[in-house]
């Protein structure tokens, strides 16, 4: 019998593993050469890459019913203190990330305006803006509705969203498509990401504005299995119940997709389904065999980023900014060196191809940030974020 108290590892571990992931799939060797599986799907479907974000984003929403716990689900000026100021931290964040890129950039290159770009080509929205606006709105559900109101405002948003799209043209890769309307309505083209399918590329933002909206579905999926979590105090009766509701998730969002394209870059009703169905699933087999069974040794890798998720997601970007963009020095090419390219040398004169060096390339990275990780796990240091 598990304490509803006691916080179960298999959380961490998910949430590990999916921190872990989307450090690998942003990190190849060369996007050029990306090893298959580290490789999003061009426009509609699903690959493995496609799985990451959603499921951290599924856990985010786990661990948003730990959190919001705590306040009993009321409205206070401290809670609603928090809300904001963690919305705020998270969106400067995204923007500081950007600007230390940029401000690198610039000292190794005079053609680039440090000054200029930093506001004239700033993209509005990014990972870390999407995590900020989900995380906000998603509180302000749980805090000013009922719990048993949140299982019909899930299919509501996901159904308001499917037909949103369907009128809009929003399974279509061109500009007629609403999610790149609206946001160039309301960002502008020089704020917004430029996606690349079949050969063209578009001011078509994966993490614009409109696409949000099943974003915040997504993560009242998470709250509603955090509160499975709590609710069911057994950790066998616990398996079950996540596993059922995400095999039922998984089904009806396969069965959906026929109508309703799985698309990541426009976060289709279908793709929020089917991610979250097997995100319960992997949830369910965590629970079963490192809290139910007790198998723990294999998953303390994964616990490093489990522990300080955001923190090692941050010092990933900024080091993959350092490794690409600090030269070193020049080549007999006259190319730049920098630690990326030496890495990625390095690995490609040990394999046969240059997908297979931009895997390993990955790996190492992923390493490289696990030790800072590992070193704050071994230190019991938590940063929250």
């Known amino acids: 019998m598990a304490n509803e108290n006691k916080r179960l590892l298999a959380v961490d571990i998910l949430r590990g593993i999916t921190i872990a992931g989307m450090l690998l799939v942003n990190n190849p060797g060369s996007w050029g050469h990306l090893y298959k599986p580290l490789a999003h799907a061009e426009w509609i479907g699903l690959s493995p890459t496609d799985l990451v974000f959603p ?31 963690r919305t705020l931290v998270l969106f400067l964040i995204g923007w500081l ?74 399974y279509d890769f061109t500009l007629d498509n609403i999610l790149s309307r609206v946001d ?54 616990r398996i079950v119940e996540i596993a059922v509701w995400g095999s039922v998730m998984l089904l009806v969002g396969w069965l959906l997709q026929y109508g309703v394209p799985c698309c990541k870059k426009a976060w289709t009703s279908s793709y929020v389904l089917i991610t979250c169905g097997m995100a319960s699933c992997v949830l369910a087999m965590l629970v079963y065999c490192i809290d139910l069974k007790g198998h723990k040794r294999w998953c303390r890798f994964f616990q490093s980023f489990g522990i300080n998720p955001l923190f090692c997601y941050l010092a990933g970007t900024l080091l993959a900014i350092i490794f690409g963009t600090i030269s070193l020095g020049t080549n007999i090419d006259g190319d730049k060196i920098s630690i990326h390219s030496l890495i990625y040398d390095f690995w490609k004169t040990l394999t046969t191809t240059p997908e297979a060096a931009s895997c390993l390339y990955a790996i190492t990275f992923v390493l490289i940030v696990w030790c800072l990780g590992y070193a704050l796990y071994r230190k019991k240091i938590y940063i929250k974020i």
Not at 63 to 75: I, Q, V
């Open 55 to 85: 499921f951290f984003m599924f856990v985010m929403g786990v661990s948003m019913f730990f959190s919001l716990r705590k306040y009993n689900f009321k409205p206070s000026g401290s809670l609603m203190l928090k809300i904001c100021r």
């Open 184 to 237: 160039l309505s309301i960002l502008g083209e020089d704020h917004m990401y430029h996606e690349e399918a079949y050969g063209i590329r578009l001011a078509l933002d994966p993490e614009g504005l409109l696409s949000t909206l099943p974003c915040i579905a997504h993560v009242l999926i998470g709250f509603m299995i955090g509160k499975c979590l709590v609710d069911v105090h057994d950790n066998r009766d």
């Open 97 to 170: 990330v950007q600007w230390f890129g940029l401000f690198l950039r610039s000292f190794y290159n005079p053609d680039i305006s440090f000054f200029h770009d930093m506001f004239a080509n700033l993209r509005i929205l990014g990972v870390f803006q999407r995590l900020a606006l989900v995380y906000f709105f998603g509180s302000l559900v749980v805090v000013f509705f009922k719990q048993k109101l949140i299982p019909w405002i899930i299919p509501i948003i996901l159904i308001v969203y499917a037909i949103i799209l369907g009128v809009g043209s929003g």
